[in-house]
């Protein structure tokens, strides 16, 4: 019987297993998820800013709420 060795642990046709799903996964393209959160982002930014401006409307004159 031969002495086992750190290295040959897993069998030869182990080395050519097919890659796992999570392997796969970071293949895909998620640019425009991205770009999509971006744009949520920036609605939801700008609607704090209008929410912002209506608090502020009954400061200023009518004309330079809607000019602003």
């Given at each position: 019987?031969?002495?086992?060795?750190a290295g040959?642990?897993?069998?030869d046709?182990?080395?050519?297993?097919?890659?796992?799903?999570?392997?796969s996964l970071?293949?895909?393209?998620v640019?425009?998820?991205d770009r999509?959160?971006?744009i949520r982002?920036e609605?939801a930014r700008?609607?704090e800013?209008?929410?912002?401006?209506?608090?502020?409307?009954?400061?200023v004159?009518?004309?330079v709420y809607?000019r602003v």
């Amino acid at each position: 019987m031969k002495p086992i060795k750190a290295g040959d642990t897993a069998p030869d046709d182990a080395a050519a297993a097919p890659p796992s799903f999570l392997d796969s996964l970071k293949t895909i393209d998620v640019s425009s998820l991205d770009r999509l959160i971006e744009i949520r982002q920036e609605a939801a930014r700008i609607a704090e800013y209008r929410a912002k401006a209506d608090e502020k409307k009954k400061d200023v004159a009518e004309a330079v709420y809607a000019r602003v």
